[in-house]
């Protein structure tokens, strides 16, 4: 996967504005009546000068009391109430479409991601994904919910107010006409630069947050190697330069906000001293000239609030690259065609690999005709190099990918035609290493069987070691794993997962990748005589990656480039002088 | 004793950001100056054309150079105004950025790792980004627009009292409404929810993180359906929450303009009759009106201040309170002076991570003579961790004691020790430096000679032949660009640059597969080379050669010492 591009980067823009343009198709309807409210506001504002300009030019020249003023002044109340209930069911509006987008989005993106299948994932580095899926969402909602009814706003409200200038005094209407698209045009002049520059300036300021934190992150390492005072002040140097260097870029950056600034007052200004002269030789009613006085600064405010509002678009534009660069992950390798036999399992299935074949996309074979039997209540080790395909091995016969080639035959049946929920039930596996749940001990071993009873759980955390485990931890079967709990070695995981393979009693099948790895001799030897007492009932398959682990093993298969090279009794192999014995040799 | 005016946390962030307080001041005065330029131009307008219309109707004389005069002087002050703010605003900005950062990544350089829990846990960690995020906002978001809102509506009071004092009544209930009272309320209202949306928020994330990193054993056990069916209710609940606050927000920021459109009828009240009774001139009516309006613009953005106000507080007081966590250690003002080849004794050395603990190391005695090569074996869990934490001074003891050189721990300056021991481990971090920098990180004053021979000794001289911009590559965040048997020679090389008298190697192939870990051996042999050698690991296939004895650990208690063929034959024979 590409590094996510940074905002300012010149292939983001057009894909990820599209992308958001997409989205909000899906939620036009709630979107346009956000829209429509906003803009409803407009003849609301009118109203309000209208009358208040009433109000005023009765008492300048009639000097009327409130007695005969009561009929507007009450319109004035109405008109007040109209506009807060319309700002309130404007962003009600948006923020339904909003939220309602953000649930969607976020259960697709969640299966997209779960396309790069559970190997793919784990490569990925996950917590990056994580903050697409929760911050990236979160951005695109503020986009949204405030951002584009904003937009709404500085589209329709300007005209409106423009035009209902004209029949009160056209002179006005004329310059606030040209005053007012004047705005967003010099902006886009002066923009299209600055904009650049902003946006550069927004991803270096959250490279130089990067660093602080990755500097934060790394502490022990730095205070290990002494260097935390020397990136304390590199870092301070850094963001003195950054510091000179932004400031360079926004001198003229903030000049598009000057444009805006200076037209909006100068036409309020202009305006202003026009009306007045007009007013003193007659040309025009103080009424007109304080209508449109009142509406001058309400048709520039749209335009100012969107400007206030651009780093919500930024961030959003951000996480849109990253989410639709997310929704573009290509289905994984052979996805599983899964069919729909759910015949039962006999209680030890022997298993054929039949010139089984697969390729990876982006590396070398996996598998190229590879056959063995794996037998009923026996134990079958794996082994072989690094990329000799034992890892591939156990993905097809979890089904997690299926074969290019050839066939995985249990007892007879092509694995290809089970129902994969129903012989993944009969499966037990125990990974190299297990992912630890948020939830309890309990309820992560129970992820085997959701209806486990505590004599069930209790014995399989005897038989594998993870009473010893429980013993330990504060709260024992009840203590909170996972990042906001406790964590496990890697020799308690791995007791944990073993504990998992066990409780799931009606197992057919074991499938372990390297179960004692990061366990000491005596542990390695108390899980060894688990396995052994397994395979009277069962099949086993045992991955080793360490070849200590095969020679509990009845029978080895030696892999090589994805084929069977040798296979044989683990201690005829070790006597023969063959590729198994070179394998001893070489890890001693 | 009187109440101070600020919280303490207010007052000690502003101490912190004492040195900018030119800029922070200059920046926010020329924000009150902009916003007193659109008040005074919208009022002076406003008075201007009543006043031009009444002379025209009079067909009197008036003097209207001065008023226009002034309008153009405010418009100008007004966007000239804006933009020096903003200058100033954002250079004030990131310089108290760069301060805070720099403050705080000094207090917490001593607290790593043991007061730093923060830096074991993602979620601490994420948050502590995100309070670091409110305090670095507080000068723009909260601070300035206060003082504005402050001082503006001061002003408006005052020409209110002296033109209308009825008025100044309503405009001080109106702007205490909207600025302070209703976001307070809200504020109040959505508390709870706030509370509870950060404890789903970090929920949800835990559950999306499993859904992904354990598709695998979701697939295989079977519970992808239920996981996904958890993260769905857990969504649903967050956005209700979120719901209702926004609504809230929704509301408030409604209620300025409401507040503003009333306090003007309010005004109109009194306004009315005084004009009526010829109590107040009526153009001044008119000003007065104007001026209402505009003082409710600037107390409008105060809705979204308050919040950040209180969410500076929150982050204010974890940060200040880590920041203030007194270190493990205190450090000596001078340091001991060091032997060039120390011994390393512990003597009856018992730790444990907090009172409620059991001991992690349980009266250890160990000695390491100088050009000792020492492996401590052990499961996890038996303290061989532990036994490096209190070498490297990273852990203090609860009973007994470390020697260094022949100096207790407490002699030394954790600095100067730590000089003397390199460690490669499992868990070493790279940087997004370039990879010079990540070479030298522990030995500044290398030259290029010296990073060469390194490099060549690590066999990483050809994976720099291959990198495009040689020793000036940028290793990406994390070192996330070098693959693992790189980032583990990265850290050799390391070790050999920094030359020191102990070298500790800390499950040193671990995560390698089989193949990268061997090829590793010759290279942590040279690395080990002429130095006295602490090898901890779980197991010792494959890294027996770099040592001559081994230590068995097991309950936080050394079990056995023996030469490391006896230790290897009674492993064979077992």
């Not at chain 2, 006295?532 to 027996?544: D, E, F, N, W, Y």
Request: proline share 5%; aromatic share 6%; glycine share 8%.
């Amino acid at each position: 996967m590409e590094p996510a591009a940074a905002p300012g980067d010149a292939r983001y823009g057009v894909p990820a504005a599209q992308w958001l343009r997409l989205e909000a198709r899906r939620v036009r309807q709630p979107l346009r009546r956000a829209a429509l409210l906003t803009a409803l506001a407009a003849p609301a504002m009118v109203g309000q000068a209208w009358l208040l300009s009433a109000v005023l030019y009765e008492a300048v020249f009639a000097r009327a009391p409130l007695s005969r003023l009561w009929l507007p002044w009450f319109g004035l109340l109405a008109l007040a109430a109209l506009r807060f209930a319309l700002s309130i069911g404007a962003r009600r509006s948006a923020l339904l479409a909003a939220q309602s987008l953000a649930q969607s989005l976020r259960a697709r993106l969640l299966r997209s991601a779960q396309r790069l299948g559970p190997y793919g994932l784990r490569r990925e580095a996950s917590g990056d994904l994580i903050t697409r899926l929760v911050d990236g969402i979160d951005a695109v909602l503020g986009y949204f919910a405030r951002y584009l009814p904003q937009v709404a706003g500085a589209a329709l409200i300007p005209p409106i107010l423009v035009l209902s200038v004209f029949p009160a005094d056209w002179i006005s209407g004329l310059v606030l006409l040209l005053t007012a698209p004047l705005i967003p045009l010099f902006m886009v002049l002066a923009g299209s630069a600055a904009a650049r520059a902003s946006e550069r300036r927004y991803a270096q300021l959250t490279r130089l947050g990067a660093s602080f934190m990755e500097a934060l992150g790394g502490l022990v390492t730095l205070r290990q190697l002494g260097a935390a005072r020397r990136v304390a002040q590199r870092l301070e140097g850094e963001g003195e330069e950054y510091r000179a260097l932004t400031m360079k870029v926004l001198r003229i950056a903030f000049l598009s906000a000057l444009v805006l600034e200076f037209f909006a007052t100068v036409g309020i200004a202009v305006v202003a001293v026009l009306i007045g002269f007009r007013l003193m030789w007659g040309e025009l009613t103080l009424r007109a000239g304080l209508f449109v006085l009142l509406l001058a600064p309400e048709i520039y405010s749209p335009l100012r609030s969107l400007g206030a509002l651009r780093h919500t678009r930024m961030d959003a534009l951000a996480a849109a690259q990253q989410l639709s660069a997310l929704e573009d992950i290509p289905p994984a390798v052979g996805a599983t065609a899964a069919g729909v036999a759910r015949a039962p399992l006999a209680a030890a299935p022997e298993i054929r690999i039949e010139r089984l074949g697969y390729a990876y996309r982006d590396r070398g074979a996996g598998l190229s005709e590879c056959s063995f039997t794996l037998r009923a209540k026996r134990v079958t080790a794996l082994v072989g190099a690094t990329g000799a395909g034992k890892s591939t091995l156990l993905n097809l016969l979890l089904g997690f990918a299926a074969p290019d080639s050839g066939h995985i035959l249990i007892d007879g049946a092509d694995l290809a035609t089970f129902d994969l929920a129903h012989w993944r039930a009969g499966v037990a596996w125990v990974p190299q290493q297990s992912h630890i749940f948020e939830g309890t001990v309990r309820e992560n071993l129970q992820l085997a069987d959701p209806g486990a009873n505590a004599g069930a759980l209790r014995r399989a955390a005897e038989r594998s070691g993870l009473a010893a485990v429980l013993a330990r931890l504060p709260k024992g079967w009840e203590t909170q794993l996972g990042e906001r709990g406790v964590g496990l070695s890697g020799g308690e995981l791995q007791r944990l997962a073993l504990a998992r393979a066990l409780l799931r009693e009606s197992a057919k099948v074991w499938l372990l990748d390297e179960p004692t790895a990061h366990l000491d001799a005596e542990g390695a030897r108390a899980v060894e005589t688990v396995i052994r007492a397994a395979a009277a009932t069962r099949t086993v398959l045992l991955v080793a990656h360490r070849l200590s682990a095969a020679h509990l093993a009845d029978w080895v298969i030696v892999l090589g480039d994805g084929r069977v090279i040798e296979q044989g009794a683990p201690l005829e192999l070790a006597r023969s002088r063959g590729a198994y014995n070179a394998l001893l040799e070489a890890a001693r | 004793m009187h109440k101070p005016l600020l919280p303490p946390v207010v007052r000690r962030l502003l101490t912190v950001l004492r040195p900018y307080r030119a800029w922070m001041a200059g920046g926010a005065a020329l924000a009150l100056l902009a916003a007193l330029a659109a008040i005074g131009l919208m009022a002076l307008s406003g008075w201007f054309i009543a006043a031009m219309a009444l002379a025209g109707a009079a067909g009197a004389a008036i003097d209207y150079f001065t008023p226009a005069a002034a309008i153009r002087a405010f418009a100008i002050l007004r966007s000239g105004g804006r933009y020096a703010e903003r200058l100033v605003t954002h250079e004030a900005t990131l310089r108290g950025l760069a301060g805070l950062r720099s403050w705080l990544f000094q207090r917490l350089i001593p607290l790593a790792p043991a007061r730093l829990s923060a830096l074991r846990s993602g979620e601490l960690f994420a948050r502590l980004r995100a309070d670091i995020d409110a305090l670095e906002h507080f000068y723009l978001a909260v601070l300035v627009p206060a003082a504005v809102a402050l001082v503006s509506v001061a002003a408006g009071l005052l020409v209110a009292l002296i033109v209308l004092p009825a008025a100044a009544v309503p405009l001080l209930l109106g702007a205490l409404s909207a600025g302070v009272l209703l976001p307070a309320w809200m504020q109040r209202r959505a508390a709870h929810d706030a509370a509870q949306a950060v404890r789903e928020a970090a929920e949800l994330r835990g559950s999306l993180l499993d859904a992904l990193r354990g598709h695998a054993e979701l697939l295989a056990w079977g519970g992808v359906e239920a996981q996904a069916a958890r993260i769905d209710a857990l969504a649903t609940r967050l956005d209700a929450r979120r719901t209702r606050t926004e609504r809230l927000q929704a509301v408030t920021a409604g209620a300025a303009g409401l507040c503003g459109q009333l306090t003007l009828l309010a005004v109109l009240v009194p306004g009315l009759a005084a004009v009526h009774r010829g109590a107040l001139t009526p153009t001044l009516l008119v000003m007065v009106s104007l001026l209402v309006l505009s003082v409710f613009e600037v107390i409008a953005p105060l809705s979204e201040a308050l919040p950040q106000w209180h969410a500076t507080l929150v982050a204010g007081t974890r940060v200040f309170e880590l920041a203030d966590t007194p270190p493990a250690f205190l450090e000596p003002e001078i340091c001991a002076p060091l032997p060039p080849a120390p011994a390393i004794v512990f003597e009856r050395a018992c730790l444990r991570y907090a009172e409620d603990a059991p001991w992690a190391l349980d009266g250890v005695d160990l000695t390491l003579s100088p050009g000792a090569r020492v492996a401590v074996v052990g499961a996890s869990g038996a303290g061989k961790s532990s036994l490096l934490a209190a070498l490297l001074k990273f852990h203090p003891l609860q009973k007994g004691r470390v020697l260094f050189g022949g100096q207790p721990l407490e002699a030394l300056q954790g600095d100067t020790l730590r000089r003397h021991i390199a460690v490669i481990a499992q868990h070493t971090v790279l940087f997004n430096l370039s990879l010079r920098d990540n070479l030298v990180l522990g030995a500044p004053d290398a030259d290029a000679a010296q990073i060469e021979r390194a490099v060549t000794l690590a066999r990483l001289d050809r994976f720099v032949a291959s990198l495009p911009d040689g020793y000036d590559t940028l290793l990406g965040e994390g070192g996330g660009l070098v693959s693992g048997g790189e980032a583990r020679r990265i850290c050799i090389a390391r070790a050999l640059l920094q030359d020191a008298p102990v070298l500790v190697l800390d499950e040193p192939t671990e995560g390698l597969d089989t193949r990268t870990a061997r090829e590793l051996y010759v290279e942590l042999e040279v690395a080990a080379r002429n130095r006295t050698v602490l090898l901890i690991t779980h197991r010792l296939s494959g890294l027996a050669h770099l040592v001559e004895e081994v230590v068995v650990m097991h309950a936080g208690r050394i079990a056995a010492r023996v030469p490391v063929s006896d230790y290897l034959a009674r492993e064979r024979a077992a």
